[in-house]
């Protein structure tokens, strides 16, 4: 590099100027290489590549959904995945000082690892639609690869908000189609509705049943509507209320309970569908009692009529103990519960797994015969046949409760869609190194 020099008494004539150019140049040079080198570090930066190393554990992972966070620069906003075959789908959000990177583990052997790169500040590699989840009046739509999996429905004429229909692994609903008035004929238990969240005792209002008074959750807004091609995301804020005419304590108004509700839903094959809920119930206007009832489950399935165990048709209820059937699984705390049956000639299969995080895991399951299965931790007097045994809980004015769960859908009965090992997928997940 020419340097040059301005001398305030230069013995060439006109040198002043020239000089004074030259210097001129000369910072333009050095400021311009600097830039250079300044953009050159901070491409190193965002473009670099972080080795992760994914470690299955004890435990076999096929299509298990993999969290880790990871440090970036605060600048460093997208991020792309590969492994030694190619592109992976992964999908980032913000997170702290980093970046939440989500991907699905098609298979991994049990004591084995897998390496990945992840390349900071890279859009990440088209890999087709993934989940999509679309706002339509009073409904959110989710699909996965283009083929519809489920909506969320809160319209105001429901009693509570809930996800109808659901498509199982062959392409059929899997949950009993919902009561009209329309329908013209008898069904039992009509507020069993597809999907739902719900509790027959807060506070002295019955939010399970549809009968008449009854409570109600109302929506009041999305939290955050995400597509994606990993997940799709719908977290919504509902109000949990009491019946027409029921105001509480003096001075306060029908609202009893806060919800937050995550709904997760994975980009996985359509032999396999995941959907996680991480549910919150907040109570900020005041104490709030759970009644010890068996009338509620914080995750409810009411699954389609011919899988019942009741219609003989190869119906079956299984749970993470060994039970089998509404005698050895109603009542009983386990990690998971299991329903399947034939729909449509295919046997298929739904678990709720319950997270070691849940309220009061291994929850209670209130799970029938004839087609019900729900997380409830509340009713202990009826599942022990017991009085003194009460299962009632206060959640004191600004206390949250929080139930985790995650919904499995399958082809074939609990062995066939090997739940024991699915549910440390969901438990107890692979551990994530980075490098």
Aim: charged share 20%.
């Amino acid at each position: 590099m020419t340097v040059f020099r301005l001398y305030d008494n230069c013995p060439h004539g006109g040198c002043q100027r020239l000089c004074a150019k030259g210097l001129t140049l000369a910072m333009d040079f050095v400021t311009s290489y600097a830039t250079c080198i300044l953009i050159s570090l901070l491409r190193r930066t965002t473009m670099a590549t972080v080795k992760l190393t994914v470690h299955a554990g004890p435990h076999n992972r096929i299509n298990c959904p993999v969290s880790a966070l990871v440090e970036t620069p605060e600048s460093v906003t997208t991020a792309a995945l590969s492994a030694g075959n190619g592109a992976v789908p992964c999908q980032v959000t913000p997170a702290g000082d980093g970046l939440q990177v989500n991907f699905i583990v098609e298979h991994l052997e049990a004591g084995k690892t897998a390496e990945y790169e992840l390349t900071l500040g890279k859009e990440p590699a088209d890999s087709g639609r993934g989940v999509e989840v679309t706002q339509g009046e009073n409904e959110v739509s989710v699909s996965i690869g283009g083929q519809h999996f489920t909506t969320y429905c809160h319209g105001t004429e429901l009693a509570r908000p809930l996800l109808y229909p659901v498509i199982g692994p062959y392409g059929d609903p899997v949950t009993r189609r919902l009561a009209t008035p329309a329908d013209g004929r008898e069904m039992d238990h009509h507020h069993h509705r597809s999907i739902w969240i719900a509790h027959g005792e807060v506070n002295g209002a019955d939010n399970w049943s549809e009968g008449e008074s009854h409570g109600r959750i109302l929506h009041r807004d999305f939290e955050l509507l995400e597509s994606g091609p990993v997940l799709g995301r719908i977290v919504s804020n509902s109000d949990w209320v009491g019946m027409d005419g029921w105001t509480g304590p003096p001075g306060r108004n029908r609202e009893i309970l806060d919800q937050r509700a995550e709904w997760v839903v994975y980009n996985t094959p359509s032999s396999v569908r995941i959907m996680d809920l991480h549910l919150t119930l907040i109570a900020r206007n005041m104490d709030v009692l759970f009644g010890d009832t068996k009338e509620g489950g914080l995750a409810s399935i009411r699954v389609e009529e011919t899988m019942e165990v009741k219609r003989d048709l190869g119906g079956k209820i299984e749970n993470g103990i060994g039970g089998i059937d509404e005698d050895e699984t109603w009542g009983k705390r386990a990690p998971w519960c299991h329903y399947s049956g034939p729909v449509n000639g295919n046997i298929t299969g739904v678990a709720i797994m319950d997270h070691p995080n849940s309220f009061r895991h291994p929850t209670h399951w209130h799970v029938r015969n004839y087609g019900l299965m729900t997380a409830n931790p509340f009713g202990h007097s009826y599942f022990y046949g017991d009085e003194s045994r009460r299962g009632h809980h206060t959640l004191s004015q600004g206390e949250s409760l929080v139930g985790i769960y995650r919904y499995y859908f399958h082809k074939g009965d609990a062995t066939d869609g090997n739940i024991r090992e699915r549910y440390h997928d969901f438990a107890h997940p692979p551990k994530v190194e980075q490098d």
